[in-house]
Structures are given as C-alpha cells and as structure tokens.
C-alpha cells in the first residue's frame, strides 16, 4: 500500500510561483509514475503533469506546459511541481497520484492511477 502526502500550497498574486512536493511511503518509489491531477472549484479533476518511473519522461496539459516543471528526486520519495507564473486559473485543489510500477502508460488519465494523495489547495489572485 502506498501513502501519497501533498504539501507547498497556500495563496498567491498572480505572476507568482509555489513549489508543491508530495511525499510516497509504503513502496518501492523508483519503481512509479508519478502525476499531479488538478481540480478546480465546480470542475472535474484533470491532469497537470507526469513524470516517468525512470524520470526520464515528463509529461504536461497544454494549459501549464512552459509553466510548469514536474521533477522526482528517487532519494528522497518525493515528487515536486513547479510552478511559476502562476494565473487565476490555476486555482485548484492539486493531487498527487501513482499507479502500478514499471507503469507509464495512459499517463494522463487518472482512471489507471490506484493511489491518490489528499490534495493541497493552491489559490491565486488577480
């Protein structure tokens, strides 16, 4: 069983940056996809970015793509996002998501994820 915990959000002027990390225990971490999904209020949750089990792969939505930077640091557990040039439209709940190891496929739907995170807020202001 792997535990997903988020943390770096919090509330921003537009224009801004924030790093989000997220925290996995209870697997073996080199071995896992790891993505951020995002939901804003009164949306569905979509994909924001992913990156390889080797790490050698990221992936982006075009609505962060430029903006956002998705890395993995394998000694550590931890997946980060970040994120500059923060808009009001990035305002959201960001979750932290990782599926079956050795598994990249399908990288943006979060149906193939099997564990999620709880999510941190990030707001921002125009």
């Known amino acids: 069983q792997v535990q997903l915990v988020e943390s770096g959000g919090g509330a921003v002027q537009a224009g801004g940056s924030l790093r989000l990390s997220c925290a996995a225990s209870g697997g073996t971490f080199s071995t896992y996809a790891m993505a951020w999904f995002r939901q804003a209020p009164g949306k569905e949750r979509e994909f924001a970015a992913a990156?390889?089990?080797?790490?050698?792969?990221?992936y982006y939505a075009d609505s962060v793509k430029g903006r956002f930077t998705i890395s993995r640091d394998n000694a550590k557990n931890t997946v980060y996002l970040q994120m500059n040039s923060l808009k009001p439209e990035d305002t959201a709940v960001y979750y932290c998501?990782?599926?079956?190891?050795?598994?990249?496929?399908?990288?943006?739907?979060?149906?193939?994820?099997?564990?999620w995170g709880q999510g941190t807020q990030v707001t921002i202001s125009s």
């Open positions: 998501a990782t599926k079956s190891p050795y598994s990249d496929a399908y990288y943006f739907d979060q149906t193939t994820y099997d564990y």
């Open positions: 990156i390889s089990w080797t790490g050698v792969y990221t």
